[in-house]
Nanobody
């Protein structure tokens, strides 16, 4: 069982950067695949990025490739999302998630990813133009 707590959200101007953190409490953090999702006002929650138990195995949605970087520190039980070159359309509540299954197309489907094992409460990111 994991408990996830996000931090690092806030207000930033377009072109700026933020780093989100998601700290986990619980056992066996290193066997979990970890991901970031976001939900903008009036929209469905969508996949942003994920990292498998292998820190070099990462996935991104097309709209953030080259701008966002996901990483994990198993010694600190934490997953990060470095967000650079932020755009107003990145404004959303960002959630981290953890699951013991391998990353697959299920993660990218909002109707299926909702069933991932563990979710945080979210942190708000607002990008002003």
């Amino acid at each position: 069982q994991l408990q996830l707590v996000e931090s690092g959200g806030g207000l930033v101007q377009a072109g700026g950067s933020l780093r989100l953190s998601c700290a986990a409490s619980g056992r066996n953090f290193n066997v979990y695949a970890l991901g970031w999702f976001r939900q903008a006002p009036g929209k469905e929650r969508e996949f942003v990025a994920a990292v498998s138990w292998n820190p070099t195995d990462t996935y991104y949605t097309n709209s953030v490739k080259g701008r966002f970087t996901i990483s994990r520190d198993n010694a600190k039980n934490t997953v990060y999302l470095q967000m650079d070159s932020l755009k107003p359309e990145d404004t959303a509540v960002y959630y981290c998630a953890a699951d013991r299954t391998a990353i697959s197309s299920n993660w990218f489907d909002p109707g299926v990813s909702r069933y991932l094992e563990h979710w945080g409460q979210g942190t708000l990111v607002t990008v002003s133009s």
